[in-house]
């Protein structure tokens, strides 16, 4: 019969098409996870973070994949050129809705590759402040001294400055003392640099220095420069402005407060018993 012919002629061919589709898919797919592996272990002995391997590898799977789906929907008939121009029109309004999406991902992606900071560091970016807990594709989080939970999305955390407080393994303190102008410079100089040899958490190199920085209006400016390790600076920081203001106290230095001095000064005569009023009135009749 003829239609039975037709079915025939149509399982032949469409038969055909589909086993073409079906081995493109499965010969693609396992050339795209080979890819993968290689890609994974090539960038792993770069020594690139673990993040950017996976990123890197995850995204050339899909990649490949895309293309290996568009050659199977051609090998059963289907217009590929069509359907590429629609995939490229719909990326791009896809693209401009989701620029600052898009934005953030790209930072994302340099944070991942070059990081300045990783998951632990205390850092300053973005007008906040604290521990990276976890660095996304999209966003950073951090935790505040406070114990608050900060996202900040990538795109403001590249597009300003970024103090990695934790970068290095030592800091140095920088703090300023105040004392008084009729006390013992060379004293107070001696009792600031006892204090901070005599802690073990003071590094000895570079060694710490105590300086005369300014003359002050009311104070002779004392600048103590200790260096210690990043995880005791806080510590050495609080801990040290306690026992500098003990010894101060016990060895008679005196840390003044701002001041000013009021001179007053009198007139004798008439013109002290005058009001001002009375003043501006006379003034005004010896211009007439």
Do not use: C
């Not at 038969?15 to 795209?32: E, S």
């Not at 059963?76 to 490229?88: D, N, P, Q, W």
């Amino acid at each position: 019969m003829e239609w039975i012919d037709r079915v025939k002629e149509w399982g032949v061919v469409y038969g055909m098409n589909l086993l073409g589709a079906a081995v493109i898919l499965l010969v693609g797919w396992l050339v795209a996870k080979l890819i993968r592996q290689i890609l994974r272990r090539t960038l792993t002995r770069a020594k690139l973070p673990e993040a950017a391997v996976s990123f890197i590898a995850s995204l050339s799977y899909a990649a490949l994949m895309v293309f290996v789906i568009i050659a199977a929907l051609g090998r059963l008939g289907m217009e590929t050129a069509s359907m590429v121009a629609m995939l490229a029109a719909a990326g791009l309004a896809i693209g401009l809705a989701l620029q600052g999406s898009l934005a953030n991902f790209a930072a994302g992606f340099l944070l991942v590759i070059f990081h300045p900071f990783k998951v632990g560091d205390y850092i300053e970016g973005a007008g906040v402040a604290g521990t990276v807990e976890d660095i996304d594709i999209f966003t950073t989080t951090l935790r505040s001294p406070d114990n608050k939970k900060i996202i900040v999305p990538n795109g403001k955390m590249t597009a300003d400055n970024i103090i990695n407080y934790s970068a290095k393994e030592t800091r140095r303190i920088d703090m300023v003392f105040g004392i008084s102008y009729r006390d013992d410079v060379d004293k107070a100089q001696q009792i600031l640099m006892d204090l901070l040899q005599s802690d073990p958490r003071v590094l000895a190199d570079p060694k710490p220095v105590v300086l005369v920085s300014e003359l002050g209006q009311s104070s002779v400016n004392l600048a103590a420069r200790p260096w210690v390790k990043t995880a005791d600076y806080w510590d050495v920081r609080f801990e040290l402005t306690k026992h500098v203001k003990l010894r101060f106290d016990a060895e008679g230095v005196s840390i003044p407060f701002p001041q000013q001095d009021v001179h007053i000064y009198t007139e004798s005569g008439d013109k002290a018993r005058l009001s001002p009023p009375a003043l501006m009135a006379g003034k005004d009749a010896e211009l007439q």
